[in-house]
């Protein structure tokens, strides 16, 4: 990164809720902007509900059906779905508003493509919400959520993502498995290029 040509030009880096390339994209690239990666900030979300679920109920956390329903989007359940879903909820109150409290952090997750205006109006009624995750067992959540806050707010206007990246990481992923891992560094990076694909320039570094 220090011999990166033109990393002066850089202006938005898109990443997941790392800390450590946090600070690597700061040191590196002063002229960027930090914009949350959107999939991992919902995941992150998501994963820390599950947790809160297996606190309080081990045992309908093991359910794969309410499994499925927890974790997806509230708005796109089907009607049975949501009595489903509501007739387990409503036997434990603080894990249904444990809940339905995710699904709105979640609604303002999804918000792209904003309007500054619109932003700066949505931003009073997303503090507030992680204020009240921060009186509630998702403590650590909103801790989390307030160090990230302005990649997070972010994320309402740009529409870009790490969608590539993580695609390509896959690849690479799949191509060292299949070989078995490889031994000669320069043979995977020649594969790495004809799969992911390339210029036809071949920089040495």
């Known amino acids: 990164l220090k011999r990166l040509p033109g990393k002066e030009h850089v202006r938005v880096i898109v990443m997941d809720l790392s800390e450590t390339y946090r600070r690597i994209a700061q040191q590196y690239f002063p002229n960027a902007l930090i914009v949350a990666d959107r999939f991992h900030v919902i995941r992150l979300v998501n994963q820390h509900f599950l947790k809160l679920w297996q606190q309080h109920d081990p045992e309908g956390r093991k359910n794969r059906g309410l499994l499925s329903l927890m974790r997806r ?92 990246t993580e695609g390509f990481h896959t690849k690479m992923e799949m191509l060292s498995r299949r070989a078995y891992g490889f031994r000669n560094f320069e043979n995977y990076r020649m594969r790495v290029l004809a799969q992911c694909g390339w210029n036809g320039v071949i920089n040495r570094v």
């Open 73 to 164: 989007h509230h708005w796109k359940l089907t009607a049975q779905q949501k009595e489903h879903l509501h007739q387990y909820l409503t036997q434990s109150p603080v894990l249904q508003a444990l809940y339905f409290a995710k699904q709105q952090l979640n609604g303002f997750l999804v918000m792209k493509s904003l309007k500054a205006k619109r932003a700066k109006q949505m931003l009073p009624k997303f503090l507030a919400l992680i204020g009240q995750f921060e009186q509630s067992p998702a403590k650590a959540l909103a801790a989390t959520l307030t160090s990230w806050l302005e990649p997070i707010v972010r994320m309402w206007r740009f529409t870009k993502s790490n969608g590539i």
